[in-house]
């Protein structure tokens, strides 16, 4: 909350609305499905409803609770505009509907309406989000450590016959079992020539006698996401095959290696695109090297090709190449990776040399 | 997509630009997670991207497709302003972003940007999404009945010591082996005083020797969602509890005999309510007696005190009334109920008398 006051007054604002859930988790720790946080630059306060009454006293930190009997957000703008410093309030379009904005001015005094709430030019606490604390890098740690012991329980279920969803319900069913709040996203089970599916979720499909098996899943963990992919062959793999994985995997580490405070996510992107350049499978490589991970499954920064944003310690990415080629087959290798300021350090350390089942 | 032209035709636009998943998914079809539909009175055209070209010709019904590089909402809109006779389109201000928003007016030629846009005063395909045909019916009652099979499995699993976590996990585990995509929402699994939540999600608490436990789930089938809740006791329960269940199932019975066509939804919530008051329990009873729920696991109507929507054929609600007593225990029982012409029918049978394990 410190760090967003400091933006509050560089940013020269007197007010912040702020209703996006895992924003206001991160600033103040409440979990609830409603509520808004108002922030000013001297003090802060939460709007819940009644239903969370015991909830909001047990998690909120550094902002007081409020119970009201209407929409949070509308509280919320009414109490910033009741503030006598507070002249201007900011919030985020991206986050704000049409509907929610109409609400809120209809909720002011008139002669506030036109001037007291002003769309932000960028986002105000993703930035802040990025840059992950001790604690969080522990529970993101965690997290991550339960995705590689995953796939090592779903390898022993992994044969053919099998389906694609059983194999996801089994690693779902085992998240649960140690510990996790949910999956991160629908898990990616796609085998034979769906591997070449970027986005393959499971199916009723019977995993095939030989061929590539694509997994790629997270946790959730005290509301953080893990997120990886190993991809596995059944049978034994021919040698055009292992050459593909051999360098999508030489690709993954050479990223990985890029990681470091300083050098630029389009930096990390282009490690990996090199290495498949080199090998003639640029072209089969048709999606971004990876993307920040924290509270939400998918967060700045982008690493993707030409993004000039730089690395910084606490920053958590994925590293994720990987080949799609349609109708035979698809291999992708995802690690998360922690920036620090000699480099980064994988928090996903399941094995990547290719497994043959 | 016919229903729709007519109420265009009727409120007198032109254009109606879609982009609330659910709703595109209705209207024609299409599954994927980036997309926009435009419609005019005489035709329909999805705008979806690249990754989505084989799914989107395989998906689409009574629209054509069209892949686009750019954001799909902007090619849509601008689509719809190159429409000759389309001078003016719809949007529904509660789906649309105050930053999208902008994006779309930026997009539009200058003499277009102050009128060519127009905020919906009320949404535009809900209430056609409200009223289930017989194919979606059918799907329904399958999603039902899966809810039904996953009650009676995981009966045999409950016992004293077993975490809820573990029967959460069970459960979904076994819905994915019976088909599920996945759940409708987040499992709950609410033992001995826990059950006074009404938002119980699973947790790592053992179950206790003796209390209620309350299960509320459902899964997604095809897209759409069930929704079902059972209150089951492990151990013998005291007058006092059986009492209590008594009096939430003679509600909950009392809320499903009055559904039928032409009834309001406030008359359904109150014939669960007056049964609960005259037990001296309508305190303890919350929250509203149901919902609407179909491609969303909530939708219109609003089954709650003074609701004025009547009930019309088609219409699939929840009719779950429950009380909380806080520190003590609480109790919920929940079906689905499909409207019709006599009277409504539950979807979800599973038995309703108090199980004692």
Redesign the interface.
């Known amino acids: 909350m410190g760090a967003l006051r400091r933006r509050l007054t560089r940013a020269g604002l007197p007010g912040l609305l702020i209703t996006h859930l895992p924003d206001l988790r991160y600033l103040c720790g409440f979990t609830g499905s409603s509520a808004a946080l108002a922030v000013t630059r001297r003090t802060a306060r939460l709007f819940t409803d009644g239903?969370y009454t015991t909830q909001a006293a047990a998690e909120t930190k550094a902002a007081r609770v409020q119970i009201v009997p209407n929409p949070p957000a509308v509280a919320a703008v009414q109490w910033l505009a009741a503030q006598p410093a507070v002249e201007l309030a900011g919030?985020d379009?991206?986050?704000?509907?049409?509907?929610?904005?109409?609400r809120w001015k209809a909720a002011l005094p008139y002669r506030l309406r036109r001037s007291f709430l002003c769309?932000l030019p960028a986002p105000f606490v993703e930035p802040l989000r990025q840059l992950k604390d001790e604690d969080e890098l522990s529970i993101m740690q965690d997290a991550a450590l339960i995705g590689c012991r995953l796939f090592g329980h779903i390898l022993s279920a992994i044969k053919p016959g099998v389906s694609e969803?059983?194999i996801?319900?089994?690693l779902?069913?085992q998240a649960?079992?140690l510990?996790a709040?949910?999956m991160s996203f629908?898990t990616i089970v796609a085998s034979g020539a769906r591997s070449a599916l970027?986005?393959g979720r499971a199916t009723?499909l019977a995993l095939p006698r030989r061929g590539f098996l694509t997994l790629d899943f997270g946790v959730i963990l005290k509301g953080y996401c893990s997120d990886m992919t190993r991809t596995v062959f059944l049978g034994k793999p021919k040698p055009k095959e292992r050459y593909a994985y051999a360098a999508v995997l030489e690709a993954q580490e050479a990223a990985v290696a890029a990681v470091r405070s300083g050098v630029s996510c389009g930096e990390v992107d282009e490690a990996a695109r090199n290495v498949l350049r080199r090998e003639a499978l640029a072209e089969a490589f048709s999606h971004s090297t990876g993307h920040g991970v924290g509270l939400e499954i998918h967060e700045p920064p982008r690493v993707g090709a030409g993004q000039a944003t730089r690395l910084q310690p606490g920053m958590v990415i994925t590293v994720e190449p990987g080949i799609y080629l349609p109708g035979e087959f698809g291999i992708r290798i995802e690690d998360m990776v922690a920036v620090n300021r000699s480099g980064g350090q994988v928090l996903t350390p399941a094995p990547k040399a290719l497994i043959e089942l």
């Open positions: 239903r919030f379009p991206s986050r704000t509907t049409v509907a929610d904005l109409a769309s969803i059983e996801a319900a089994e779902e069913h649960r079992l510990g709040e949910g629908e970027p986005h009723a």
